[in-house]
């Protein structure tokens, strides 16, 4: 008996081990299979001793393949716009419009507006030089050549913080760091063109788009056969309200023009300035000032300037990554469904209660809407869990998986040296020493795998890190293999 006993005992245990293991998930094994490649390629010293997380999940069916850390607290850069955009679709709808006002206090008598124009923001985050040229042709068009008032400019619809706590804005002025509001222009930044001269000593040409008296130009730019080229931005502030561009440097002759891209300070003057001009050369004459403040008197409706719907705005965003546009949607949110004027605070109130309503509560700490600043903190396992959620949700859920860029294809990623049978929609993230990587995946099996995978305290270029992301994301389609 004894015999036996000892014989029967190993076989019983190896069947047992071999069933057990037959009915784990995927990634259970810790050395071979999909879990081993992928590990495998985390052991690279660019992240080995960083905070890192990741999960690979089937969109459909809510498994989980693979994770690491799941649940640990990160700072996730500009993945940050997921939860942005998913909330902008569920509440506003993919087809809410951003309205600029046009209306008028006084009286017109024949072409004469005996009173002032009133123009009110709604936050439009994509109005553009050409949008701002449409509504001062469309004031002509209706009648108005000659404004005996003044131009009134209302932003109350936003409060008056440009931007949100948390952000460290640098002495450059980058274009990515612009400060937000209900009347914005051009994502509230202009772009700077030097071009050298076609020969001999002549001085090269400083060129702002759009051409707006809001800017006053200082070219110190110089020609020369010689010394190194440099070309230095400088921005003051001026005492109506608008700036004083100074551009010093030194550029090769008959060389090709270079651009740069700067934001502005005061986006209610650089708004109105540039409407101003544009309603002279469309035949509108403004004898009054331009005057930041909500209307006093009574006012009538003259028309109404519409955006593109929604969806194509969060489409902008997440594809280009655009900080200025999340901004500007987190405080619409928070106007539209809390109160106005939106602030930052309501827009994430309105976060939290959509994530809390999907079960999602006590697992992220926002303070933005864009990313920018490194006091958000969302885990892998989260920004799986919402991908899956707006994979599975009819209305907005298509809308919110086309707004992701095609890796190697458009937008952030467009330069990203990927090639796959199927798109792959991802949302990057970058600051200094973090890294973040998410989105859906289609296997050839049918299945769509819904990711995160975020690395922080780098130890690396952010190059180095996107190249780890790429070799993770091949692994994905052999995903099923071992199964």
């Avoid at 949700?393 to 890796?407: K, N, Q, R």
């Amino acid at each position: 008996m004894g015999y036996g006993y000892t014989a029967v005992l190993p076989r019983a245990i190896g069947l047992a081990l071999a069933m057990l293991l037959a009915g784990s998930p995927a990634w259970a094994g810790s050395s071979g299979g999909f879990r081993g490649r992928l590990e495998r390629i985390m052991d690279n010293p660019c992240i080995k001793r960083a905070k890192v997380c990741l999960v690979v999940k089937s969109a459909s069916s809510g498994e989980v393949f693979y994770q690491k850390n799941p649940d640990e607290q990160m700072v996730p850069a500009s993945n940050m716009k997921i939860l942005t955009a998913a909330t902008a679709i569920k509440t506003l709808k993919p087809w809410y419009k951003f309205d600029t006002i046009v209306s008028y206090s006084g009286e017109k008598k024949g072409d004469v507006l005996y009173g002032d124009l009133v123009v009110s923001g709604r936050a439009d985050p994509h109005l553009s030089t050409e949008d701002l040229w449409s509504i001062a042709n469309e004031t002509h068009k209706r009648g108005i050549h000659q404004i005996k008032g003044n131009l009134v400019l209302d932003d109350g619809y936003f409060d008056g913080e440009p931007f949100p706590a948390g952000w460290h804005i640098s002495s450059i002025r980058k274009a990515y760091e612009a400060p937000g509001g209900a009347l914005s222009l051009n994502f509230n930044t202009a772009t700077i063109t030097v071009f050298p001269p076609s020969g001999g000593s002549a001085k090269p040409l400083v060129v702002t788009d759009p051409q707006t008296p809001y800017f006053t130009v200082v070219n110190n730019m110089i020609s020369a056969e010689r010394g190194r080229t440099f070309v230095a931005i400088r921005l003051k502030p001026r005492a109506d309200g608008g700036e004083i561009l100074e551009v010093i440097g030194k550029v090769r002759p008959n060389t090709h023009e270079t651009y740069y891209y700067r934001s502005i300070a005061n986006p209610v003057y650089y708004f109105g300035q540039t409407l101003h001009e544009l309603l002279k050369n469309s035949g509108v004459a403004v004898s009054g000032e331009i005057v930041h403040s909500q209307p006093s008197k009574p006012t009538k409706k003259l028309f109404i300037h519409t955006s593109r719907p929604l969806i194509h705005q969060v489409m902008d965003m997440n594809k280009f990554s655009n900080n200025f546009m999340a901004e500007q949607l987190l405080k619409t949110i928070g106007a539209e469904e809390v109160s106005n004027p939106g602030t930052v605070g309501k827009g994430v109130s309105v976060v939290e209660k959509l994530l809390n309503s999907w079960g999602f509560a006590n697992r992220f700490h926002v303070t933005d809407g864009s990313g920018l600043s490194k006091d958000n903190r969302l885990s892998c396992s989260l920004l799986a869990d919402v991908l899956e959620k707006m994979y599975k949700e009819w209305e907005g859920g298509p809308e919110f998986m086309t707004s992701l860029a095609i890796m190697g294809k458009e937008g952030s990623v467009s330069k990203r040296n990927f090639s796959a049978d199927s798109p792959i929609r991802v949302k990057t993230g970058t600051l200094d020493n973090v890294s973040a990587l998410s989105g859906y995946y289609p296997v050839s099996n049918g299945d769509v795998l819904a990711f995160s995978m975020i690395f922080n305290e780098l130890a690396c270029y952010n190059g180095m890190a996107k190249h780890i992301q790429n070799r993770l994301l091949l692994e994905f389609d052999t995903v099923h293999d071992d199964r």
